[in-house]
């Protein structure tokens, strides 16, 4: 049986196939969705972790006690899961071990484009890249199998293309694997140091036999159409090449991105008289390549920026170009904005109206950054909203926390949120923190967290209380606030603001896209009270316009939740109810 697949969902669908477990991520796009599709799978145990670093130790523990598990992040997530990661590089696996971690080029949803394939190089762990859903499926589940052959985690590798594109996966009844016996083993599984001398000896062994498999392995082709041209390519970069040369040229795809393949590239290499690598992101086979000693064109040609396309990769390698259909007039940007009746406009209104400093976080609530709220002076990586804002007063002085406060989404918050503030309190700071609670994991497409009180199955369970966590760990001043209460909560904000010891707010009302969030109505304009002073359009959203002179609202997006009722000065605005 044939079905049509995202390449998330084939990744889950390798996993079941391949009899895993137990799966442990935290969401992040363009991984989200592998995690969420093994929620189809009953037989399998599937958890959102609190953060990535605790979901690698999850499946990792899992393994050692003898199951097939897997762990799924996006590339910045793999930061923070590395720790865990480079030992179990030693440790090995007892049962079959598998990290996916999707790249993001062109930065479609993330802070920066890192290249993950590095990671597989450092860590000396090996990885497969599929180019489709097909292959996504299909390297899944020869990770577990090679796994266990070789002793090691696995990656596979994915990209935003390969994630969220759809193609033809063949269905397959799950293996029946049984779990391994687990045995009581301090010199291989307990990585003090003694042990762990022992065990980079046998790391480096299994690096030789890896590379030796890679030569041999069914998952590097060569596509030989009797060109001069060769070209070596990988992952998606191979659907656009693909595309692009047809059969102008000999390929060398590979499925295995670490360790290369020596033999086969020297040998790709001597039968062709030009030779291109096409790979998104850093020059990451190239390099290899040009280490081997052969003459490659590659980075020079191409860039270091963002995707390719097949019009880019057309024009270098055949010096053709592809007539492109241009509109008569530029397609206006649309960039991204919080949603109508997001609560969290509410919080960044009163931060721009007191023109505080925002040390921002990872969440919906960055775009507190965008215009007109402008409000956010930094973002940096989940949970530095807390830690930055530490420095801050630290550099410039106990005053500058007069003026200065964090924002944090209650995910972001239990992710690496929680160690910034003990760190505030430990060290004697004096910041004011703001937890965004929207009892949601809003930006990666509303994921269950520890303190909404369900599970990934939406199965209820023990939810934390931020107010009595942020209590305990030494904070005395705790409110909660809603940020819709604009006159309340800047009050808050203002006292909280004048005092001298570490305080926190909880701005506490959901995201307006929750089923369970039943806003009614709609809010109208009256053209003849407006005065055209456009204070509700500092509010940015989305349902309110301003044209001919007057603010007007657009029904069609407007939910009904009545924030630009109280900004107006002069009652222009109202509510209807339906």
Known sequence: MKKLMLGNAAVARGAYEAGVKVVSSYPGTPSTEITESVVEYKDIYVEWAPNEKVAAETAIGASIAGGRAMSCMK????????????????IGANGGLVFCVADDPGMHSSQNEQDSRHYAKASKIPMLEPSDSSECKEFTKLAFELSERFDTPVFVRLSTRVSHSQSMVELNEPENVELKPYEKNIRKNVMMPANAIVRHVEVEKRELALAEYADKSPLNTVEDNGSRIGVITSGVSYQYAKEALGKKVNFLKLGMVYPLPKKLITEFAKNVDTLYVIEELDGFIEEYVRALGIDVKGKECFTLLGEYSQNMIKKVVLGEDTEIFTPAENVPMRPPVMCAGCPHRGTFYVLSKLGVTVSGDIGCYTLGAVAPLSSVDTTICMGASVSAAHGM??????????????VIGDSTFMHSGITGLIDIVYNKGNNTVIILDNSITGMT??????????????????????????????????????????????????????????????????????????????????????????????????????????????????????????????????????
């Open 393 to 406: 007063v630290k550099a410039r002085g106990n005053d500058f926390s007069k003026k200065l406060v964090s």
């Open 75 to 90: 590339h910045v997530g793999l930061n923070v899961m590395a720790d865990p990661v480079f030992t179990v590089s030693y």
């Open 445 to 578: 497409g509303h994921q269950e967290n520890p303190t909404t009180g369900r599970t990934i199955r939406n199965e209820p369970t023990k939810q934390v209380d931020l107010e009595a966590l942020c209590h305990a760990v030494g904070v005395d001043r705790v409110r909660i606030e809603d940020p819709f209460d604009l006159v309340g909560f800047e009050k808050a904000v203002r006292e909280e603001l004048e005092t001298d010891e570490p305080s926190v707010i909880i701005a506490q009302r959901p995201c307006a896209l929750l089923k369970t969030v039943k806003y009614s109505g709609h809010c109208t304009v009256d053209a003849e009270k407006c005065r055209s002073c456009k204070k509700c359009m500092k509010l940015g959203c989305p349902a309110i316009v301003f044209e001919n002179g007057k603010a007007r609202i657009d029904l069609t997006q407007c939910n009904g939740c009545g924030l630009c009722v109280s900004v107006c000065p002069f009652n222009a605005i109202s509510k209807e109810e339906e």
